[in-house]
């Protein structure tokens, strides 16, 4: 998708993810796949409002362009999500410490926009459970599909069967940024995420 993007993106999505709320969250209820010893896993958000203002681009292609081509992998009509506060975010990864959760998804279409170039054997890399049943990180690499991230590439796919989580980087200097875009179909419509997804992450329904 980079022949798509607006001239100086890659400069814009530095200067957003630099203010990053980078810290060690709590499992997701629900929806973590993290072994039971695991109590938080340390990774960096830029939260949907923030998006909207510095990156007002990936915001029109979540509800123009990339709505469509999410709309093309469905037989049924894809909706973007009608709160602002989790439609479209960036999760940001720096150093070798920071990884993504161990999940599942809540919502029936995910469209991910990777925003950084990661060699091979570098880290980063997305990895998808063949497993249903994967409860950990080690019980997901078990038996699993790696997709490394590559600036531009963006994918849909449905992550409420299949554990997934994002690999560490391997380099204390590097940077790993993908753009997350949650979709709702009607036969799963936004009306079904989790009550206690939202009050975890924002104190209510």
Same mark, same amino acid.
């Given at each position: 998708?980079?022949?798509?993007?607006?001239?100086?993106?890659?400069?814009?999505?530095?200067?957003?993810?630099? *203010?990053?709320?980078?810290?060690?969250? #709590?499992?997701? %209820?629900?929806?973590?796949?993290?072994?039971?010893?695991? #109590?938080h896993?340390?990774?960096g958000?830029?939260?949907?409002?923030?998006?909207?203002?510095?990156l007002?681009? &990936?915001?029109?292609?979540y509800?123009?362009?990339?709505?469509?081509?999410?709309?093309?992998?469905r037989?049924? &009509?894809?909706?973007p999500?009608?709160?602002?506060?989790?439609?479209?975010?960036?999760?940001?990864?720096?150093?070798?410490?920071?990884?993504? *959760?161990?999940?599942?998804?809540? @919502?029936?279409?995910?469209?991910?926009?990777?925003?950084?170039?990661?060699a %091979?054997?570098?880290?980063? *890399?997305?990895?998808?459970?063949?497993?249903? @049943?994967?409860?950990?990180?080690?019980?997901?690499?078990?038996?699993?599909?790696?997709?490394? #991230?590559?600036?531009?590439?963006?994918?849909?796919?449905?992550?409420?069967?299949?554990p997934?989580?994002?690999?560490?980087?391997?380099?204390?200097?590097?940077?790993?940024?993908?753009?997350?875009?949650?979709?709702?179909t009607?036969?799963? %419509? *936004?009306?079904?995420?989790?009550?206690?997804?939202?009050?975890?992450?924002?104190?209510?329904?």
């Amino acid at each position: 998708m980079t022949d798509q993007l607006p001239e100086g993106w890659r400069q814009d999505v530095v200067a957003v993810a630099g *203010e990053a709320d980078c810290r060690d969250f #709590p499992r997701t %209820p629900v929806l973590s796949r993290e072994a039971q010893d695991v #109590p938080h896993i340390a990774r960096g958000r830029v939260h949907a409002d923030q998006v909207r203002q510095g990156l007002p681009w &990936l915001y029109q292609f979540y509800r123009g362009n990339f709505l469509k081509l999410a709309t093309s992998t469905r037989s049924e &009509l894809v909706m973007p999500a009608s709160d602002e506060r989790y439609g479209v975010v960036l999760n940001v990864q720096r150093g070798t410490e920071m990884r993504f *959760e161990c999940h599942i998804d809540s @919502n029936p279409l995910t469209g991910l926009l990777f925003l950084t170039d990661h060699a %091979p054997d570098t880290g980063g *890399e997305l990895v998808f459970a063949y497993d249903p @049943n994967a409860a950990s990180v080690a019980a997901v690499e078990r038996d699993c599909t790696v997709i490394r #991230p590559r600036a531009g590439l963006l994918i849909f796919f449905d992550g409420r069967r299949h554990p997934h989580y994002a690999r560490a980087l391997r380099s204390e200097s590097d940077v790993r940024v993908v753009a997350v875009m949650n979709f709702y179909t009607e036969s799963y %419509p *936004e009306s079904t995420r989790p009550s206690e997804l939202n009050r975890h992450l924002y104190g209510d329904a």
